[in-house]
């Protein structure tokens, strides 16, 4: 397929395609951490994030919440209805770990009594920084109307994951999501949902099935990715 590279990510790249209105999604089998201060190159991981993305933002789009995923054309590629990326980075928490344990002195694994949204500016060069509503108004990121409609969907689609992953009896303890703008104006979820931007801890024995597992160095990541595409496969749709 005829295409220019339009970003190189740390997880993949986007790519053109003939139609103005889709782009093309590489996924990479790179693992980043620190802000790309840990790297390494590991053999299968962009398969399974594909694959992953691919089964939840088909089943979210069942759901009716709005999404760029199309269609998967290979193992590791997928095409997306065009977006500017919204520069935000929108966590989201429903069990206090990471950098909100750290930041607030919150017992590891605290059941937080509702979900938490949080924002960070989406910089490489400012490593990310968290920031609240003022500084998205004062930096012209989003509006307050456009603000209030991304926290509104985060909330949703909150509800249909921690729904989805329980079928996988799997507890969904944080993620984060990226909304862009399509050609008509309309924000709609972008980016993917995979292990790389979930906490996902396995309900039976509080096994982390994610990122986590590279961030710490606790061992090898393909198993563990394989076992959450394995269990959304047998969980049928
Ligand atoms: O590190 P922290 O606790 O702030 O991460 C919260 C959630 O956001 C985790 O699920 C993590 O995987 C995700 N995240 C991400 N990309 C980042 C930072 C965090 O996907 N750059």
């Not at 607030?104 to 938490?116: C, D, M, N, S, W």
């Not at 689609?157 to 309309?186: C, P, R, W, Y």
Request: with cysteine; glycine share 6%; hydrophobic share 40%.
């Amino acid at each position: 397929m005829k295409s220019t590279v339009l970003y190189k990510g740390k997880a993949k790249n986007v790519h053109s395609t003939s139609d103005e209105n889709i782009l093309r999604l590489e996924y990479l089998n790179q693992a980043t951490a620190l802000n790309g201060k840990k790297k390494d190159e590991i053999e299968g991981k962009a398969p399974l994030n594909n694959q992953i993305t691919s089964l939840i933002f088909s089943d979210l789009k069942k759901r009716g919440i709005e999404n760029h995923w199309l269609e998967m054309i290979s193992d590791t590629e997928q095409l997306v209805e065009k977006v500017t990326i919204i520069p935000l980075e929108v966590v989201l928490r429903n069990v206090a770990t990471g950098s909100f344990t750290k930041r607030l002195g919150i017992e590891e694994g605290t059941i937080l009594p509702k979900p938490i949204i949080e924002f960070y500016f989406k910089d490489d060069a400012l490593d990310d920084p968290f920031i609240n509503d003022d500084h998205i108004a004062f930096l012209a990121i989003a509006t307050d109307e456009e603000l209030a409609f991304i926290r509104n969907q985060t909330l949703k689609i909150n509800t249909a994951l921690i729904d989805i992953f329980s079928q996988l009896d799997v507890t969904l303890v944080d993620f984060k999501l990226e909304f862009g703008k399509n050609v008509a104006g309309k924000i709609i979820l972008s980016d993917e949902i995979t292990p790389d931007t979930c906490r996902l801890w396995d309900k039976q024995t509080g096994q982390s099935l994610d990122k986590d597992i590279y961030r710490k160095d606790l061992g090898e990541i393909v198993p563990v990715y394989q076992e959450i595409l394995t269990r959304l496969k047998e969980r049928g749709e």
